[in-house]
């Protein structure tokens, strides 16, 4: 007897549950954010019951969110797959895969939908895998197999690409990373066309765990980086470095930059963002290392910006960050001219910092009514010897 995975939800609980109002809510989430072609996500709000989905529909696609009691997963489904969608009032449709089948329960609002759904395993299958040495397949992972549509013919697949042994662990990796068969094949194809030889399945999981794909590799190929490794694309996905991240500098005239150098750059949050704001202050071209320079020390544009504000129009970077090393920002040039000394200079306020001199230093001395203290050099003078 198929063993049933998950309860379905009563339609009347689901309905209870999903109001209009996380109807639009969900719409408007959607259609603010565009889709990522490598994700299988495409931005649900992940706040829902186990055993329910929800999903949209663009163009022969259908993205279907399901969630668990402690997981979620949004995967693809062509939507002749999946048959007629109920319309406007609740119905049923499926999804039937050598893995098992899924019945779903639920309703569509234009292109959008949500309900409830049940997976029943399909045992002759499971035996069949047990067959193959696939052992302590436990329901997550049968949900995995039936996610990823792993059937007969994807052992037959995998072993004409050269991977005549899958071990268990290497199965499980497959199907929890939804390794399917589109997926295998455009790593197989990138691997023959770019020159990586025949790469292990382990190295496979290990590209899509990270999020490499084959496009996000490929991209880097069309913009000219083509002799780098798989590890190399490891480390700019870990590192948020992309294809796209380098071309807006090579468009901003920063035409020589390496993989190395946008590692670089992206380690210290420079962006082409950062840059522009800087440049259109007037500044004029920033080298590389002078942006990254600026962001290890903390001058921004809005810095910059807020001391200009207060009159002085004519700091140059260099000065900006001599001020931001020295700790002298807005708020301790205005206190100090607060105090009686209006036509304080950018050197001055960081020799009062250098020297210890602070707002409260000079209140301090002034409650005091000492003589003969009057100038800012009569406070860094009287702090040197220690009063």
């Not at 504000?309 to 807005?330: R, S």
């Amino acid at each position: 007897m198929k063993k049933i995975i998950i309860t379905c939800l009563s339609v009347i609980v689901l309905l209870t549950a999903f109001t209009n109002n996380s109807f639009s809510q969900q719409k408007a989430k959607t259609e603010k954010k565009e889709k990522n072609d490598d994700e299988d996500n495409w931005n649900f709000n992940n706040n829902r019951a186990p055993g329910t989905w929800d999903a949209v529909v663009k163009d022969d696609q259908v993205n279907i969110q399901f969630y668990g009691a402690r997981w979620s997963s949004g995967r693809d489904f062509p939507l002749s797959e999946l048959g007629t969608l109920p319309k406007g009032k609740i119905g049923e449709f499926s999804l039937n895969r050598e893995a098992g089948k899924m019945t779903f329960k639920g309703v569509f609002e234009s292109q959008f939908g949500h309900g409830s759904y049940q997976f029943v395993e399909n045992t002759q299958f499971k035996a069949y895998l047990a067959q193959r040495g696939y052992k302590n397949l436990d329901d997550q992972l049968m949900l995995d197999v039936f996610f990823t549509d792993i059937n007969k013919a994807y052992f037959d697949y995998i072993k004409a690409n050269g991977y005549a042994t899958i071990t268990n662990d290497q199965f499980k990796d497959l199907a929890e990373q939804n390794l399917n068969r589109k997926k295998l094949a455009e790593y197989f194809d990138l691997f023959k066309t770019e020159g990586y030889g025949h790469q292990s399945i382990d190295k496979i999981v290990e590209l899509r765990e990270h999020g490499v794909s084959a496009r996000f590799v490929s991209d880097f190929h069309q913009i000219g980086f083509k002799n780098f490794s798989l590890d190399k694309a490891l480390e700019l996905r870990d590192h948020g470095v992309s294809a796209k991240y380098i071309t807006e500098f090579t468009k901003m005239g920063y035409k020589d930059i390496s993989l190395d150098k946008a590692l670089d750059l992206r380690d210290h949050g420079v962006s082409p963002d950062f840059i522009n704001s800087i440049q259109k202050m007037g500044y004029g071209t920033l080298t590389l290392d002078k942006a990254q320079e600026l962001k290890d020390h903390g001058v921004s544009p809005k810095f910059i910006n807020s001391i200009q504000d207060m009159g002085y129009k004519n700091i140059t970077l260099d000065k900006a960050q001599e001020l931001k090393d020295h700790g002298v920002n807005p708020d301790f040039i205005s206190g100090i001219q607060k105090l009686g000394f209006k036509d304080l200079s950018l050197e001055k306020a960081q020799e009062l910092r250098d020297h210890g001199v602070t707002i409260a230093y000079i209140q301090k001395i002034k409650s005091k009514g000492l003589k003969d203290i009057n100038t800012l050099d009569d406070y860094i003078k009287l702090k040197d010897t220690g009063f």
